[in-house]
């Protein structure tokens, strides 16, 4: 999975402002985290074609014992949830007794972490670098974070380090040297699809029913499944069988299966959710219909739309309940999600199974509108079709042209609309064509992205 990469030090080092370099690259996933975890940001970057999540463990506070504390659990956390820490430090304030504190964690944890002295502008690099060799961490890397110097040769070192520490583990394997490291955009990817099928990822926040409802999916006698072991920080990856179609389950909560443990049920994770999603063709977001919706729900909902990733809606729990709670609910569903109204909303009970055979359906329906193949003169006939209902508004007396369009890429669709003054088009318009297209081609479960371009 995409590698996870941890910043860490004390406050105004200039972990934020690395953590704004590193996610700038792509329309960055930065998952505003209030909500779903207090003091930390999460967010997916990538540095040429190296991708990998970020996570910025600062936002603390206190002061003495209590800043000691809060930092060593932050160093800890970070140990066990990163392939990589980038421990940061300050040119300016030099070497400090909490630097001092936090490398000797990070020894004791046996941790491989790269040093980086930041805010070396305006410095002679070398010099202020050369009192972090101190620490005993080993290699120092300057960077000046604010300015973005430093920080592409920081992310390749990173990179070799990833890599090193992948090959290591599994040379056990007996793996040859492979020609390229795995860790670039093209192999990251080719990697998730050598599983086969539907890649279904299953999120939602705890106690919402996960785990009971891979139980319930596994468990389904026409479902064949083949166990995949994974280490307690992953995701497990479980290809199973349906009616003749393939999936693989991507398992955030831990599978219990026949009364056996295969995974320690551990907290919820933000990054296992958010690697589950990168990984996932289609994503399911469980909500418990007894809770009624909360903000780390809609946290979760906005990663998955900010991913691209299809999306089906499982509202759990749908058992034990009287009419008039389901109307209260239903009502409350509709109205705070409407603006996912692309995505189905099926009302399921995980314990007893009710609808579950109908979600896979929903993940299939929404797989096949994410991949779905449409030629350029049937895009240029509805096209025309949209216009002749409701034609382009008017810029100073001249009308807004749309001639003709094509397909610019799929999961999520892309429709690319080929015209003249496209610039000028308002987004009420853009909204009403990605409506018609989406009801014309019956695209339901995944986005539907509408790029435009003007010719002379
Ligand atoms: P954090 O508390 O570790 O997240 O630190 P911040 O990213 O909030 O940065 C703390 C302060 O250091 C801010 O005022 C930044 O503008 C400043 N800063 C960050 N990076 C640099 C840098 O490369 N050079 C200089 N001169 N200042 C920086
Ligand atoms: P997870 O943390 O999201 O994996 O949630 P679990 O699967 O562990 O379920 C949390 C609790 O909700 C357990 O006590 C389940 O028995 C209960 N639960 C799960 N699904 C349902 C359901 O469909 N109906 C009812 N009434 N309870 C459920």
Request: aromatic fraction near 4%; hydrophobic fraction near 40%.
């Amino acid at each position: 999975m995409i590698p996870v990469i941890a910043l860490i030090g004390r406050p105004n080092v200039g972990k934020s402002t690395l953590f704004n370099q590193l996610t700038r690259s792509r329309d960055a996933l930065v998952a505003d985290v209030a909500g779903l975890t207090r003091d930390r940001q999460y967010g997916i970057g990538k540095v040429g074609d190296f991708p990998y999540l970020v996570v910025d463990t600062g936002g603390l506070s206190g002061e003495g014992a209590q800043m000691d504390r809060a930092m060593a659990e932050q160093t800890e956390r970070a140990v066990a949830e990163a392939d990589h820490v980038l421990f940061l430090v300050d040119a300016r304030d030099g070497l400090t007794p909490q630097d001092q504190a936090i490398a000797d964690q990070l020894r004791g944890a046996g941790v491989k972490a790269r040093v980086v002295v930041n805010k070396t502008d305006g410095l002679d690099a070398d010099s202020v670098s050369a009192e972090f060799y101190a620490l005993g961490l080993g290699q120092v890397t300057s960077i000046a974070a604010a300015h973005g110097r430093g920080v592409q040769g920081l992310m390749q070192a990173v990179r070799k380090d990833v890599a090193a520490a992948r090959r290591a583990a599994s040379e056990d394997a007996g793996d040859d040297e492979a020609a390229s490291d795995g860790l670039d955009e093209a192999s990251q990817q080719a990697a998730l699809d050598d599983w086969p099928g539907i890649r279904v990822a299953i999120v939602g926040r705890p106690n919402v029913g996960k785990s009971t409802l891979v139980n319930r999916i596994l468990g389904d006698e026409r479902v064949v499944a083949t166990e995949v072991a994974g280490t307690t920080r992953d995701s497990i990856f479980v290809p199973f069988e349906r009616d003749g179609q393939e999936y693989t389950l991507i398992d955030t909560a831990g599978v219990r299966r026949r009364g056996r443990v295969h995974e320690v049920i551990e907290k919820f994770s933000v990054i296992k959710t958010l690697q589950a999603i990168e990984s996932a063709h289609v994503v399911v977001l469980v909500v418990d219909a007894h809770a009624g919706l909360s903000d780390q729900d809609s946290h979760l909902l906005g990663m998955v739309i900010e991913a691209g990733r299809s999306l089906v809606l499982a509202v759990n729990k749908w058992d034990g309940l009287d009419d008039h709670a389901r109307e209260r609910i239903r009502d409350e569903l509709d109205r705070r999600l409407g603006f996912v109204d692309f995505a189905r909303m099926r009302l399921i009970s995980a314990l007893h199974g009710t609808n579950v055979g109908h979600l896979l359906d929903d993940v299939c329906e929404a797989h096949a509108s994410a991949f779905r193949k449409i030629s350029t003169p049937e895009l240029t006939r509805l096209l025309e079709a949209a216009v002749a209902e409701h034609a382009p508004p008017m810029i100073s007396g001249r009308r807004i042209k749309l001639r003709y369009a094509h397909q610019g890429g799929q999961n999520p669709p892309v429709i690319v609309i080929h015209g003249n003054q496209t610039d000028a088009l308002a987004g009420s318009y853009k909204r009403y064509l990605e409506n018609f297209f989406r009801k014309q081609l019956k695209l339901v479960g995944t986005p539907l992205r509408l790029e435009f371009r003007s010719g002379r």
